[in-house]
């Protein structure tokens, strides 16, 4: 579940390995460069850290980044 605190919207994710791990980071690198909107991220062994906010709109959460946390779900879905 994504939390939205300061001025972020933050989700961990965890994996069985760390190789399903990557292979979740490259979807998401491949979702964010589709989108023009790119995370901040973790990763260490099984799990990866995710934090979405948009710098053009002054570091705050706004739709863009909504849309991004949508689309990640559908990847585990």
Do not use: C, S
Request: no cysteine.
């Amino acid at each position: 579940m994504w939390i939205e605190t300061d001025n972020k919207l933050k989700r961990t994710f965890e994996f069985a390995n760390f190789v399903e791990a990557f292979g979740f980071m490259t979807q998401v690198a491949l979702l964010a460069e589709k989108m023009d909107h790119h995370p901040w991220w973790a990763n260490v062994y099984n799990k990866v850290d995710i934090e979405l906010t948009t710098h053009d709109a002054g570091n705050t959460v706004t739709q863009k980044d909504h849309e991004l946390a949508k689309a990640i779900d559908t990847l585990l879905a």
